[in-house]
């Protein structure tokens, strides 16, 4: 049992990662480009996505009262008649939801990347970033396709909470959030040698590693949470600002709990 959290607050870590951000903004927001980038990526297509499924609604957008009208009648459908809901829903073709797939991942690589540089100027002020190179890292064969067995077994986990109920969702996230750093460090602690057993044991090392955690980094989330929703109504342009602060905060969470937990 860690019987030393109590000395990590949500403020304690929040304040770090200020000033770490303010230390170096143009450095932190550079390294950040490709995931602000696919942040605006995503908005650009995934409003077209919901033009086009408004359109095969017979929605009209640019009319707030027929759209207003439409909706209360779809909504009358559904009611009336849930076997039509189906008829309602969004649905993707194969070859498009292989490409949300393909994006994703892309994205979840390039943050992983970016938690990486952070972790490693974090520990070694003196490291040189090469922005480009290192926010790719994860795609490099030291990571690659472990980062495939891995990203594929979290999100297994957390459809299957979700499924479950809510709760069950939001403890696997909890516990298994930090799967990523813990899979770098122990590659690190093996000279760069990996397997499957390695990755799939990151997975009870993060749920070790949250004991007496938990509440903190849920604080963390519930705050990024309302940022994004704020962010989502500037059409992401608080990414630029963001983003580099969301990696910068998780990235000090786990060191400060792999600290804490080496002093005991």
Known sequence: MN?????????????EAHRAFRK????????????????????????????????????NLADPNQTSQRLAEISSNMANDPSSVDK??????PQTSVIVYAFMF?????????SYTVLDKLRNPDYQINALRDSLQAFSGRYFFPMIFITALFG??????????????????????????????????????WSLRMAFSTFSRSSILMRGYKWTYFSLCLEFFFWEILNAM???LL???????????????????????QQK
């Open 106 to 114: 892309f994205f979840i690589m390039a943050c992983v990347g970016v």
């Open 239 to 261: 990414s630029v600002w963001l983003q580099p602060y969301e990696q910068l905060t998780m990235t000090v969470f786990y060191q400060k709990v792999l600290e804490n937990n």
């Open 156 to 193: 297994l986990f957390l459809e299957a909470g979700f499924m479950l109920y809510f709760i069950p969702g939001v403890w696997f996230l909890l516990i298994f959030s930090q799967v990523f750093l813990v899979f770098k460090d122990d590659v690190e602690s093996q000279q760069g040698k």
């Open 234 to 236: 500037t059409h992401e």
């Open 88 to 93: 309602y829903m969004l649905t993707l073709t």
């Open 24 to 59: 170096d903004i143009k450095g932190n927001i550079s390294l950040n480009v490709i995931p602000i980038l696919l942040r605006f990526l995503a908005v650009f297509f995934g409003t077209k996505l919901y033009t086009s499924w408004m359109a095969n609604l017979n929605v």
């Open 3 to 15: 019987t030393n959290f109590n000395r990590i607050s949500a403020i304690e870590i929040r304040r």
